[in-house]
């Protein structure tokens, strides 16, 4: 039993050195890490970042907040910007926390966090009035949840490749043991590319002018995890985040006739199109506008039709 207990407790020491010399070389976010261009909103779970971006014709006084996916900050959005900054919308993106050039708090990542994440922004930074809401990927179930749970707040809500439309009994389970509380923490911090390599892009390029280049997204993908926590937000919501399916939240909101917009790719690999089947039967009054050669990426693959689409709808909204 001793020799056992031996082996063990020097197993653990081996195990620690290459986790410790990874987390060692990481950075703690701090104010001075933050690109000129946004700035941190101090939130009940810590600081995020954001950003306004303004119309270049004063045509109303409405606000659109743009609301990423899992693990892609809010760069995601710069290639659709111009669309709803000409129809005269004001346009707040931020990072979710642990992405980007937010902090890291160490928490349940959970549905009740994402919400209340969104809500203390909205309140301060005093939008009082209601607002148009657009989710990507996970985010379309972010917002999907908040216009569930504030519906006042939202006047229109647009979904883009959203995550959360699976039947139940698909559901992947969480059998891989890499994604296990300690042992995720130590896989991913010292095989940390793997991570990174697993969320890449389904494509490297496109024709698109406004899309953003594969060494570009690399850049910016890559700046969230010289940070400490990203991987541990990550791990978090994988564990404690039901991305799969939430039909009986949409079919609250099909319930209700808050307009709805579905822009979703055909060929998307990692949300699958098949979802559109039972987003027709719980969300009936959504336009559902599909993208023919579309894949999951296409907020920054095809920034152009996406933004022409979602500003039209919520200009008519």
């Not at 020799?3 to 081996?14: K, N, Q, S, Y």
């Not at 990874?22 to 779970?45: F, V």
């Not at 917009?261 to 599909?290: H, Y």
Request: proline share 5%; aromatic share 14%.
């Amino acid at each position: 039993m001793k020799i056992f207990i031996g082996i063990l407790i020097t197993l653990l020491i081996v195990l620690s050195f290459p986790y410790l010399y990874k987390i060692l070389q990481l950075k703690t976010l701090s104010k001075s890490d933050l690109p000129k261009e946004g700035e941190w909103a101090t939130l009940s779970s810590g600081n995020i970042y954001y950003q306004w971006h303004e119309p270049t014709k004063k045509l109303n006084d409405e606000v659109v907040i743009l609301v990423h996916g899992f693990s892609t900050p809010s760069f995601v959005w710069n290639g659709l910007l111009l669309d709803l900054l000409e129809s005269g919308f004001r346009v707040l993106v931020f990072d979710h926390y642990g992405r980007g050039y937010s902090e890291r708090p160490s928490t349940n990542y959970d549905k009740e966090f994402y919400v209340t994440e969104l809500n203390d922004l909205v309140n301060h930074q005093n939008i009082l009035k209601p607002f148009h809401l657009v989710g990507y990927s996970m985010g379309g179930v972010i917002v999907s949840f908040y216009a569930d749970q504030y519906p006042k707040k939202v006047k229109s809500l647009s979904l883009i490749a959203p995550a959360g439309f699976s039947d139940p009994v698909v559901i992947p389970k969480l059998n891989n043991l890499m994604y296990y509380p300690i042992i995720g923490e130590w896989f991913f911090n010292v095989f940390n590319y793997r991570f990174q390599n697993l969320l890449m892009p389904e494509t490297e390029k496109s024709n698109d002018e406004r899309s953003i280049s594969q060494k570009e997204y690399k850049r910016l993908f890559q700046e969230q995890f010289k940070y400490r926590g990203c991987i541990e937000s990550l791990l978090s919501t994988i564990r404690n985040f039901n991305m799969f399916s939430t039909l009986e939240m949409y079919t609250r909101l099909g319930e209700r006739d808050n307009p709805v917009l579905v822009i979703w790719g055909k060929q998307d690999g990692v949300v699958s199109f098949s979802g559109t089947e039972n987003l027709k039967k719980v969300l009936p009054q959504a336009e559902l506008v599909s993208i023919e050669d579309g894949t999951h990426d296409i907020t920054f693959r095809r920034p152009t039709k996406v933004g022409k689409v979602l500003s039209k709808f919520i200009q008519q909204n």
